[in-house]
């Protein structure tokens, strides 16, 4: 895996999404072609906390301090609310010396995947100064068998929102340019994936939209994000609460039937198989380090004295309903 954020409104209270009044809207134009897919695991409430919790040192050279699950749940930023709703926090209670680290956490699903549909249902998500969140899935040997950042933002005052997709692998892996039109989202300046190209900056692709990270994701509710591994290429959609399609509400997702994708990695131009593999999905909330650290107003130092204050860490949480994987029985 490889945020100054002016906070305006309170989030409602949550509520069931069964009981949540928004309409939903099911899509009717095709980008793929016709898949069956069957639920293969799902994680939610007490599920999430069963995942493994990553306690060593911030690989990213962030000023956080990830906590054991013991820890985590002991200090109250691990735990399931009343609604079943997991909340992994960033600790916002702790006044700290500057240059100490907060407590935060990071957990990985217990299984790994290579190929499959995954689909997560977030009400809200970390945002604030020093936040760097991310939800993101990596196989072992990094980069090798390559990273997906569905969701990685960094987010300060005077500087527009971008929702970051950008995958790192080994060498031989690009964007291909030629499918722009196929994908909603904007390609970043490089084309290469490779992580020793470009400053390790991946190939990206941003979403700058109204609802797709911090506030004003967390304002209406949150959504869902999915994405597709299959051999043909790598898929990732956005829908906001109010434009969740049916058949994912029905648990009989057909993405044939879903609008254009937010990104799309083709096959054509990065061998999925050789460069994807067993990845495992990940939650995390770090603070600065070597991407929002260097990017923050005032740079690193100011970033890091920034740490201390824990107002600002107040909506520094993730508060997720499920998380969904599906395997392909299509043709």
Known sequence: MHTLCSLVLLLHPFTTLADTPFKVRHYGRSYTATQTYALKDYFTGDDLLTW?????????????????KADAIAKGLAYIQKDGTTILAVDGKSHLKAGESRDSVRISSPKSYTYGLFITDIWAMPHGPTVWPAYWTVGPDWPNNGEIDIIEVKDFISI???????????????????????????????????????????????????????HN?????????AHIVASSGIKIWHFPRNEIPTDI????????????????????TCNISEHFKD????????????????????GIVACTEAVADPVNYALAQWKINYVAVYENFGP
């Not at 493994?52 to 911030?58: H, I, L, M, N, P």
């Not at 648990?251 to 799309?264: E, G, H, L, M, T």
């Not at 999905?281 to 990017?295: M, Y």
Request: glycine residues 12%.
């Open 52 to 68: 493994d919790f990553f306690s060593a040192s911030d690989p990213t050279h962030g000023d956080v301090n990830y906590l054991t």
């Open 160 to 214: 527009t929102l971008v929702f970051m997709l950008p995958p790192w692998t080994g060498r031989g892996c690009f964007l291909d340019t030629s499918v722009a039109s196929e994908f909603t989202g904007q390609q970043t300046e490089h084309s290469s994936c490779s992580s020793s190209s470009n400053d390790n900056d991946g190939c990206g692709v941003t979403d700058s939209g109204a609802h797709v990270y911090g």
């Open 217 to 225: 994701f967390n304002a209406i509710g949150g959504g869902i994000y």
């Open 249 to 268: 509400i029905s648990r009989s997702p057909n993405p044939a039937n879903w609008d254009k994708p937010v990104a799309f990695w083709s096959s054509l």
């Open 279 to 298: 990845h495992v999905i990940t939650f995390d909330t770090t603070l600065c380090g070597d991407w929002a650290g260097n990017s923050f107003p005032g």
